[in-house]
């Protein structure tokens, strides 16, 4: 079992940054890809950033709508994945869920943490 934890959510003005974190915990051998999910109220939850954990360059890939603003990485001696959002805008407004997924398949979620960019 894997568990998650997100953190660094917060209220943020447009333009502004926030640094989310994703520590994980328990065995996280076997993974397949790393990421983060945004959900917003009457709306599927959405890919947002995503790195390979199996791909020799951990290659990422992003939402066309926080290219260039967000960025993805890793930390594996600390178990950590990381979201940097530069930029804001109101529409990245939501929460935002970790989420690990397995070379077999099985998905596993944080908790959430929200994001709420607003003047």
């Known amino acids: 079992q894997v568990q998650l934890v997100e953190s660094g959510g917060g209220l943020v003005q447009p333009g502004g940054s926030l640094r989310l974190s994703c520590a994980a915990s328990?065995?996280?051998?076997?993974?397949?890809?790393k990421g983060w999910y945004r959900q917003v109220p009457g709306k599927e939850r959405e890919l947002v950033a995503a790195?390979?954990?199996?791909?020799?360059?951990?290659?990422?890939n992003y939402a066309d709508s926080v290219k260039g603003r967000f960025t993805i990485s890793r930390d594996n001696a600390k178990n950590t994945v990381y979201l940097q959002m530069n930029s804001l805008k109101p529409e990245d407004t939501g929460i935002y869920y970790c989420n690990f997924l397995t070379i077999a398949g099985s998905r596993y979620w944080g908790q959430g943490t929200q994001v709420i960019v607003s003047s």
């Open positions: 328990g065995s996280s051998s076997g993974m397949r890809q």
């Open positions: 790195v390979s954990s199996i791909s020799r360059s951990f290659g990422t």
